[in-house]
């Protein structure tokens, strides 16, 4: 399996989460809607998902430059505070700083340079990411910011929407009651990288950037048909992600929500992620087009192997099946790509 990353630009507002279970789900989507996108159907593609992925997701995660050097930002991973941050000696002051460090959930890693311990990353929280990054915008988008008074990269807000009751013309009680939704807009100019690692002899780079490319012209996620989750994509390349941790690693920090194999880990450090799954395009309609709930570790989740052994993939995790009553073949992935890095807990 190789390993690329994809450059993305968002156009719009976002209804749902650029994560990487659902960006793969809407890469299956496209395969199902052209067979000839990568040269087989779905049902071959995923055939043996369980055992050998066609493709593997990660988040989509913001990038900038300082100068001519690449930084990501990724979520801060979860440990304990004490295993990222250097505690005051004070039990007084510990306190406070606990309150100040979980605040930092932004983790900045520069590219194509390895790190052994996450103490020696720098950790920041929303105001000061938005001050990180905002260098790397026009002068024109920053006085526009400026002039909004935005202070933060990615901002969210509640966008309210109205049913109308076509036999009586104005709202009402359910199912007629107006309702909000949460919608995720990032800062102008904003570049988001996506971690892709694909089976090259059954896809290529080209026939994935087609597929993203079909995804972000019709829209991604929740309310796609109104005009949210579009982009643009930029360039690409090939990444080593096991050469960014630590040379002597024995835990996996994850790049995407997962669901980590049975027996494999001796120690897990992860924040709950309940995914309520829903069917899209034609079995939206069905009689049940809910999927079953799948309960995930979110990304920046640290995972402690029993043996090494699991060093020798770029990816962790399992497939998920068993979702769907509308469709018995559905598949989700709980696989992760992850960079090996060293904790001592």
Same mark, same amino acid.
């Given at each position: 399996m190789k390993i690329y990353e994809i450059t993305i630009k968002p156009l719009t507002a976002f209804g749902t989460p650029l994560k990487?279970?659902?960006?793969?789900?809407?890469?299956?989507?496209q395969a199902a809607y052209d067979e000839k996108l990568f040269g087989m159907p779905l049902k071959d593609l995923i055939a043996d998902y369980q055992s050998n992925p066609f493709a593997v997701f990660s988040s989509a995660f @913001?990038?900038?430059?300082?100068?001519?050097?690449?930084?990501?930002?990724?979520?801060?991973? +979860?440990?304990? &505070?004490?295993?990222?941050?250097?505690l005051p000696a004070e039990k007084s002051e510990i306190i406070e700083k606990r309150k100040e460090y979980k605040a930092k959930r932004w983790m900045i890693l520069k590219k194509k340079k390895r790190f052994e311990s996450f103490k020696t990353l720098e950790f920041l929280d929303d105001s000061e990411?938005?001050?990180?990054?905002?260098?790397? =915008?026009? =002068?024109?988008?920053r006085r526009q910011?400026?002039?909004?008074?935005?202070?933060?990269?990615?901002?969210?807000? =509640?966008?309210?929407?109205n049913t109308i009751n076509r036999l009586t013309g104005t709202t009402g009680e359910d199912p007629f009651a107006p309702f909000s939704v949460e919608?995720?807009?990032?800062?102008?100019?904003?570049?988001?990288?996506?971690? +892709?690692?694909?089976?090259?002899?059954?896809?290529?780079?080209?026939?994935?950037?087609d597929g993203l490319e079909r995804v972000g012209s019709f829209g991604f996620g929740r309310d796609a048909s109104t005009g949210l989750g579009r982009f643009d994509l930029a360039e690409d390349g090939e990444i080593d992600l096991l050469t960014m941790g630590s040379t002597q690693p024995n835990a996996c920090y994850?790049?995407? @929500?997962?669901?980590?194999?049975?027996?494999?880990?001796?120690?897990?450090?992860f924040t709950p992620f309940t995914r309520y799954g829903r069917h899209g395009d034609v079995l939206a309609k069905s009689a049940n087009p809910f999927k079953n709930p799948v309960i995930m570790a979110d990304e920046g989740a640290i995972f402690k192997p029993k043996t090494e052994t699991v060093f020798g993939k770029p990816y962790i995790g399992i497939a998920v099946t068993n979702l769907s009553k +509308?469709?018995?073949?559905? &598949? +989700?992935?709980?696989?992760?790509?992850?960079?090996?890095?060293?904790v001592e807990v």
């Amino acid at each position: 399996m190789k390993i690329y990353e994809i450059t993305i630009k968002p156009l719009t507002a976002f209804g749902t989460p650029l994560k990487g279970d659902t960006i793969f789900g809407h890469i299956c989507w496209q395969a199902a809607y052209d067979e000839k996108l990568f040269g087989m159907p779905l049902k071959d593609l995923i055939a043996d998902y369980q055992s050998n992925p066609f493709a593997v997701f990660s988040s989509a995660f @913001p990038t900038f430059y300082i100068g001519t050097e690449c930084y990501y930002v990724l979520r801060t991973p +979860a440990l304990p &505070v004490d295993e990222i941050f250097d505690l005051p000696a004070e039990k007084s002051e510990i306190i406070e700083k606990r309150k100040e460090y979980k605040a930092k959930r932004w983790m900045i890693l520069k590219k194509k340079k390895r790190f052994e311990s996450f103490k020696t990353l720098e950790f920041l929280d929303d105001s000061e990411l938005f001050e990180k990054m905002k260098g790397d =915008l026009s =002068l024109e988008t920053r006085r526009q910011l400026r002039r909004e008074g935005t202070r933060r990269y990615i901002s969210s807000f =509640l966008q309210y929407h109205n049913t109308i009751n076509r036999l009586t013309g104005t709202t009402g009680e359910d199912p007629f009651a107006p309702f909000s939704v949460e919608q995720s807009v990032f800062c102008p100019e904003t570049e988001l990288t996506i971690f +892709a690692g694909i089976d090259e002899t059954r896809i290529n780079i080209q026939q994935l950037r087609d597929g993203l490319e079909r995804v972000g012209s019709f829209g991604f996620g929740r309310d796609a048909s109104t005009g949210l989750g579009r982009f643009d994509l930029a360039e690409d390349g090939e990444i080593d992600l096991l050469t960014m941790g630590s040379t002597q690693p024995n835990a996996c920090y994850t790049l995407s @929500p997962c669901v980590p194999e049975d027996d494999t880990f001796e120690e897990v450090f992860f924040t709950p992620f309940t995914r309520y799954g829903r069917h899209g395009d034609v079995l939206a309609k069905s009689a049940n087009p809910f999927k079953n709930p799948v309960i995930m570790a979110d990304e920046g989740a640290i995972f402690k192997p029993k043996t090494e052994t699991v060093f020798g993939k770029p990816y962790i995790g399992i497939a998920v099946t068993n979702l769907s009553k +509308a469709e018995p073949n559905t &598949v +989700a992935q709980g696989y992760s790509l992850y960079i090996p890095v060293r904790v001592e807990v």
